[in-house]
């Protein structure tokens, strides 16, 4: 079973950054990737995503201050979120696309001054 770890969430100030970090047990070559996040009393959504070949999308509320990279070897997904705002605190987590494999405890974010 594949396991995913999530990492580098905290409390950070509004226009502040943080780089998150997952980590999976299993191999994600061949795998498109996300990133996910769940605010309080809503429902989880896709916040960005990446391709096998590299290609990304993202949710339009985040254009432009998140980017997702991919390190195949090392099986790792990162999410490097910049210019980030109180609507961006949640729980993120990490996943296949479209997610199949069991959730990780995920990383709470949360912007707040």
């Known amino acids: 079973q594949v396991q995913l770890v999530e990492s580098g969430g905290g409390l950070v100030q509004p226009g502040g950054s943080l780089r998150l970090s997952c980590t999976v047990s299993g191999t994600i070559f061949g795998i498109y990737m996300a990133w996910y996040r769940q605010a309080p009393g809503k429902q989880r959504e896709l916040v960005a995503r990446?391709?096998?070949?590299?290609?990304?999308s993202y949710l339009d509320s985040v254009k432009g201050r998140f980017t997702i990279s991919r390190h195949n070897v090392k099986g790792a997904v990162y999410l490097q979120m910049d210019s980030l705002k109180p609507e961006d605190t949640a729980v993120y987590y990490c996943n296949n696309d479209p997610s199949t494999w069991y959730w990780g405890q995920g990383t709470q974010v949360t912007v707040s001054s």
């Open positions: 990446i391709t096998t070949d590299g290609s990304t």
